[in-house]
């Protein structure tokens, strides 16, 4: 009998921006994001809907870019900018994203809210950067990755047309 | 009701938006108890089998607390026919059977205990087609059913009939007889299902952190099942990720979780994953519809003639009284001579089919109005005429015994009629949808019709996109059922010393918006602002019963039950505030968190009242109870009754295109028209219309859960097509007042009516588009191809 080595995974360091605040913490290195962030940070609004990336209500922001959590490994975070949902609203109040949302009705069971708030709020950054205004087509395109079977997404994507083309 | 509402009517976001866009809400998956273990349970590996099982090695692993399979536990059966082991012993009878389970310090522990269990397995060949096992030679699938009266492998028959069938048929002038095939789908809760059991080995008292809709026949359920007294159970219903009719029964995860936190003394927490959720979670009912229906040489309908033959899985759940609300459809949906309804919930090796939103009334709509249009195609009637001609009406009284005070059938026909085209006189046309923003300087807009027809390339294009207009109805309890013992629910209030309403009602909120419009109504009545208003609704240690969310009822029984509570507070405070003002106790006026005398003169604060009584010599809290119990009857031993408080109607019709050439159908626009009553709140009642619909285009044209000998093909999003943001028609509601006397406000249950008939109007539409009908859902692209192809061959 050959004695079995015993398999030492050493944890692995990362600092990134959480929400705004740098942070640094020691991570086993197959940790996957979403569980980093609800069992580690205890950041529970990020949601667990399939862990297999088809469903997006696990979505967080990685440098200003809508990411499944599920399908991503904590040790990339490393030197980067997270924010959950926990990150977008703050002691002065919501986002204006999530404020959106809740005034056109867009939020039924709300578990895939999150999600979907990281998803509109991904697109605004961006079309903001790119200086252009989203056709209806498009924002429904930039959702398709984000499962709902409460509201039919009618609300969701006017709730984000509203947030993102600044109407009405 | 003539007086003029504020807040009744009026757009108001919900009240409990805001915690859950936050990420502040405590779904079950957020859960977390000190001490807590985490569950895990193992499953079946084949669907009909014979079994033994070792759990030594996974007893031994570190980290391990407990194992159980049946031998360790000493419980009764659950389900609706108690016809269900909560573990299995010595066989399998469908993939989802649990036969073991594992508590342990972590998930990963847990996960890997369930693997070290060993299970030798002596196949069987199961049943996995209803009508296999109705044969005589078919093997016994449930032998846990106890005093049947029906035949073998039958868990459930429904039989009603009305009017003279052959007398009616001798009537007819057309007579269509179709086999109609609805599909296994299921809900897609985007939270999965989970349960955290709590059991104090001091107290002897178990709490229950569940996602149920249905508290109190829970708490009862599962007292039942692990021999306690209902009353040391207590349910607290977290933030619960989806319901659709998915959690109207206990299934033997739960007093899993509970036998393991009784065993092990700690709190245990059991979390589905989503390949397992697709699996050993309910399903809505798949069923074989054999439909005859006849219309004489005017067009008016003769008789109904319905035997359906439905898969009930291995074990049997609420969903097997599916038939109760779908007869109500086929005996009563347009006026009706004559109908014979009879079913079969039959037991397979499939995995169990439960309840879900609509309630057999999808399947049933499908069925009738696909007769419809060919019954109409045969008498070369209009689609839409015919169905005016029969149409409900208000005053009438169904071969049922249904009493249809307030009906706005009519109305919803003649507004889908009105609204869609479906004339056809765009029929002709190519997409009009493809419009692009060109991208040179001019940014001129592009049809792509016009350049499809002057390109030669694409000149058979113009044939290939073909489009229709389908109609469709529907019927559905507007007033809650009087299904169980009660069908009512109670309310407390409690006004504080800072004029601030608690509103505890028995009711359950699972995203619905129950909490927002009940709140509402109280704010209506005493002129509290709404964010002066606290709804509790989560704790049955508190909450008075309420027979759970299920049959649209909440708005109607709870809502009246809340008006109910606030009259008698008014009587409470206008005895003191009569005092106060000195004046006598009538008429009253609430106005601004006021009571004013009659003329206006004299008023007083309405938590100045709630002071006076409470710290003045009467030393009295401002505190109510009220028990509200709908009016409707329970129907007889031949269903015969008006079972329902009142009843909601609605009108779809669908447009799509259908691409001939990939089979590929679009949902271009779907009109719905329904009788709500009254609109309480225009923003909640949208969301419900859009997420309805869509969950019907889904059930018509894209979702399948698929079986194939008893294992499901395709458990997750990737292969489950349920539909995205990409795929939602525009969606256009017409809401119909008809004012029911008995609704609060006027209001009738909505909330299943908008996917009802949302499949059926577009079968009917598809089969407008290529001239050829479907007789199963979803109409697949492979189904529309075949069909085009059976056409031309």
């Known amino acids: 009998m050959s004695k079995k080595k015993k398999l030492v995974v050493q944890n692995v360091e990362v600092t990134f921006i959480l929400n705004g605040k740098k942070v640094t913490k020691q991570i086993r290195p197959s940790l996957l994001l979403i569980d980093f962030i609800r069992d580690e940070l205890s950041l529970a609004g990020t949601k667990p809907g399939c862990l297999e990336g088809e469903c997006g209500a696990c979505s967080v922001l990685i440098d200003g870019a809508a990411v499944n959590s599920c399908m991503y490994l904590a040790i990339n975070i490393h030197g980067k900018n997270l924010t959950t949902i926990e990150g977008l609203s703050d002691v002065n109040g919501l986002d204006p994203v999530q404020d959106s949302m809740i005034k056109h009705g867009a939020v039924q069971c709300g578990f895939c809210s999150s999600g979907m708030t990281m998803s509109i709020k991904s697109m605004q950054i961006k079309y903001k950067k790119d200086k252009k205004k989203p056709s209806k087509e498009e924002i429904k395109k930039g959702l398709e990755g984000n499962l709902c079977r409460c509201t039919g997404y009618v609300k969701i994507i006017e709730a984000a047309e509203a947030v993102i083309n600044k109407v009405k | ?793």
């Open chain 2, 1 to 793: 009701m003539s007086k003029k509402l504020n807040v009744i009517g009026t757009p108001i976001p919900k009240i409990d938006a805001g915690i859950r866009i936050t990420g502040k809400a405590v779904y079950g998956q957020d859960v977390k108890l000190p001490g807590m273990l985490h569950g895990a349970i193992l499953r079946a590996e084949y669907p009909c089998a014979e079994f033994t099982i070792d759990v030594s090695a996974a007893r031994k692993l570190p980290g391990v607390i407990a194992v159980i399979t049946a031998d360790d536990i000493d419980c009764n059966n659950i389900s609706y026919k108690k016809d269900h082991p909560i573990l299995k012993k010595g066989e399998v009878n469908c993939i989802r059977d649990e036969i073991a389970a594992v508590a342990a310090e972590s998930k990963e522990i847990a996960e890997r205990a369930i693997k070290l269990i060993k299970v030798k397995y002596k196949e069987k060949k199961g049943i996995y087609d209803p009508f296999d096992a109705l044969k005589p030679n078919a093997p016994l699938v449930n032998k846990y059913l106890k005093d049947s009266k029906f035949a073998k492998n039958i868990s459930d028959i429904f039989f009603y009939e009305h009017g003279n069938l052959e007398e009616q048929k001798k009537k007819s002038a057309v007579i269509i007889s179709k086999r109609f095939v609805l599909p296994r789908v299921t809900h897609c809760c985007m939270a999965t299902s989970n349960i955290t059991a709590d059991y104090s080995s001091v107290t002897k008292r178990l709490t229950l952190y569940s996602s149920t809709q249905v508290p109190f026949l829970y708490q009862r359920d599962m007292a039942h099942a692990l021999k306690m007294n209902a009353s040391d159970i207590r349910v607290i219903q977290v933030v619960i990720g989806g319901g659709f009719g998915s959690k109207l029964d206990m299934y033997p995860f739960e007093p899993i979780a509970a036998i393991l936190s009784i065993k092990t003394g700690k709190p245990v927490q059991i979390i589905f994953d989503r390949e397992e959720e697709f699996i050993a979670s309910p399903t809505r009912q798949n069923m074989v519809i054999d439909l005859i229906a006849g219309a004489d040489k005017n067009g008016k309908f003769t008789f109904r003639d319905v035997t359906i033959v439905k898969d009930n899985g291995a074990f049997t759940s609420w969903g097997a009284t599916t038939p109760f609300v779908m007869m109500q459809t086929f005996s009563s949906l347009y006026q009706m001579p004559a109908c014979r309804f009879e079913s079969k919930a039959v037991y397979t090796n499939n995995i169990s089919a439960g309840s879900f939103r609509g309630y057999g009334n999808p399947q049933a709509a499908f069925a009738i109005e696909s007769c419809i249009d060919l019954m109409a195609d045969k008498l070369g009637m209009d689609k839409a005429e015919i169905r005016l001609l029969n149409a409900n009406y208000a005053g009438e009284i169904t071969g049922q015994g249904m009493h249809y005070d307030t009906c706005g059938h009519i109305e919803a026909l003649k507004t889908v009629i009105e609204k869609s085209d479906l004339r056809n006189t765009n029929k002709e046309t190519l997409r009009n949808t493809n419009k692009y923003e060109s991208t040179n300087k001019e940014k001129e807009t592009v049809n792509t019709d016009s350049y499809i027809r002057k390109n030669p390339y694409f000149v058979d294009n113009v044939d290939r996109y073909k489009r229709g207009v389908g109609i469709a109805s529907m019927m559905h309890v507007g007033g809650g059922a009087k299904i169980y013992r009660s069908d009512g629910c109670g309310t407390t209030l409690k006004l504080d010393d800072y004029g601030h309403l608690t509103l505890i009602t028995g009711s359950s909120e699972i995203g619905q918006g129950s909490e927002t419009v009940l709140a509402m109504m109280a704010s209506e009545e005493l002129t509290i602002p709404m964010n002066k208003i606290k709804v509790i609704n989560t704790d049955t240690d508190v909450k008075p019963w309420d027979v759970g969310v299920h049959a649209s009822r909440t708005s109607f029984v709870a809502g009246n039950s809340v008006l109910g509570a606030v009259k008698k507070l008014k009587e409470k405070l206008n005895q003191k505030a009569a005092v106060l003002l000195k004046c006598t106790i009538e008429n009253l006026i609430y106005e601004n968190e006021e009571i004013k005398n009659s003329d206006g003169s004299n008023s007083v604060r309405i938590e100045k009242v709630v002071r006076e009584m409470h710290f003045g010599g009467q030393n009295e809290l401002c505190t109510v109870n009220h028990f509200y119990e709908p009016t409707s009857d329970f129907q007889d031993k031949q269903f015969k009754g008006n079972v329902s408080g009142t009843y909601a109607f609605a009108a779809q019709s669908a447009e799509v295109e259908v691409d001939t050439y990939t089979g590929n159908i679009k949902v271009l626009n779907i009109h719905v028209a329904q009788d709500v009553g009254k609109v309480l709140n225009p923003l909640n009642i949208m969301g419900q219309i859009e997420g309805g619909v869509l969950t019907g285009v889904g059930y018509g044209i894209s979702e399948e859960l698929i079986m194939e000998n008893g294992r499901v093909l395709n458990p997750n999003f990737h292969n489950y097509k349920m539909l995205t943001a990409s795929d939602v028609p525009d969606i256009h509601f017409y809401p119909i007042e008809t004012n029911d006397s008995l609704g609060p406000y006027g209001a009738k249950g909505m909330a299943e009516a908008p996917l009802i008939p949302t499949a059926a109007a577009i079968a009917n539409a598809v089969a407008d588009a290529i001239g050829v009908r479907i007789y199963s859902l979803p109409i697949t692209p492979e189904k529309v191809l075949k069909a085009i192809k059976e056409k031309t061959d």
